[in-house]
């Protein structure tokens, strides 16, 4: 068993069990040992490919949609933009290069809780572990960006049993991590009615305490005319996940590929959650759903393909060397970017406070 899996063993036997979402929080950033305090995540060379990491285009593309938004705002300078969850920042380094219109005004800040990744964050932005207070970024409307952060935010497991609804924590056994179920009845169980209308028993949904609380947040530091854009693997409702085996919903990552049990080797993989929408709409629901595919059409990608097709003729093909391979790669990134059974479905949600 992994390190943090032998120190969470011993813990736990002395302490008792932990709730799902706290061991989550262990097994992805505890100090040194969770999978992203300790080097793992999105990266060519890392675990998983997000859609900043296929290349430059999709920031390119996002570097547009700011300057839409930028426009509708009536161009303030300065122009607050945080994104959230910014890894090793290769986001917003892909929409600095692109040079948007709004390059000279816009205030980027990243907020990234694995201070180890700050020292890639590219220069010219502010890295930080939180999202910052409303309105210290000025009296203005902010906008919040979120790539694949709110499916990192630990979850707490509830299962229906044949006596009604428990919780799923995590608890010790002969040495290893176990699951353990804690019956609960009263308002949580209502709400677990009232999310899973008529879940068989076996059945099991995620609450996204963390989340909502994010969103809570990242609402009021947006402010009035501004804008949250969380882009993430989403699922319309909490129901639809309780008629799913749990493993198709909570997933492990670790070497490019799908890993195993959760419990097995804390530290050693990522684990992420589909995102109910239904549960964040309890917050505020998103003025607008789409498929990544449709938000990246709406702000260009077919035109920034064709120009780079262009740009690759213009230089005369391969014996324009990199910066023609680069302007046709943009082709094979729009492949992947809009593949509706890969990072083109995935759900972008909006609100506009
Ligand atoms: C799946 S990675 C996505 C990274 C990047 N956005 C991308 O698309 O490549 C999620 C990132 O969110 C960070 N993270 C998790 N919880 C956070 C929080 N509450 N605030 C800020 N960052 C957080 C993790 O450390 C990790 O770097």
């Known amino acids: 068993m992994s390190e943090l899996g032998r120190r969470l063993v011993s813990h736990l036997e002395a302490h008792g069990p932990i709730g799902f979402a706290d061991f989550q929080a262990q097994a992805l950033y505890a100090p040194g040992l969770g999978f992203y305090a300790s080097g793992g995540g999105a990266g060519r060379r890392r675990d998983f490919l997000t859609s900043p990491e296929v290349g430059p285009l999709f920031g390119a593309v996002v570097a547009r949609a700011l300057d839409g938004w930028w426009d509708d705002l009536g161009r303030p ?54 999202l910052p207070e409303p309105g210290s970024l000025g009296p203005g409307p902010v906008v919040v960006v979120a790539n694949e952060l709110l499916d990192n935010l630990p979850v707490a497991l509830v299962a229906r049993t044949a006596e009604g609804w428990a919780e799923v924590q995590v608890g010790a056994r002969d040495g290893r991590l176990v699951e353990v179920l804690a019956p609960f009845g009263g308002e949580q169980a209502t709400w677990c009615d009232l999310r899973a209308p008529g879940a068989p028993v076996g059945a099991r949904i995620p609450v996204l305490a963390e989340a909502v609380d994010w969103l809570r947040q990242a609402l009021a530091l947006a402010g009035p005319g501004g804008r949250v854009v969380a882009v993430d693997y989403a699922r319309p409702t909490t129901g639809e996940l309780a008629a799913l085996d749990q493993a198709a919903w909570l997933r492990t990552y670790a070497a490019h590929g799908r890993s195993g049990d959760p419990l097995a080797e804390p530290g050693t993989c990522d684990i992420t959650c589909d995102v109910p929408i239904d549960q964040l709409a309890l917050v505020a629901p998103p003025d607008r759903v789409r498929t990544q595919a449709a938000f990246l059409r709406e702000h260009g990608i077919d035109q920034l393909v064709a120009e780079g097709r262009a740009r690759w003729e213009e230089l005369g093909g391969i014996a324009g060397g990199l910066p023609a391979i680069a302007a046709r790669s943009r082709s094979s990134e729009a492949n992947a970017l809009l593949d509706p059974d890969g990072l083109g479905g995935f759900t972008v949600l909006e609100w506009r406070p």
Not at 87 to 96: C, F, K
Not at 114 to 128: D, M, V
């Open 77 to 130: 300078d300065p122009f607050p933009v945080v994104e959230a969850g910014a890894g090793p920042g290769t986001l917003a380094r892909s929409i600095l290069a692109a040079a948007p219109r709004c390059a000279a005004a816009l205030a980027l800040v990243l907020v990234e809780v694995g201070e180890a990744q700050w020292p890639t964050h590219p220069s010219g932005t502010t890295s930080r572990a939180d």
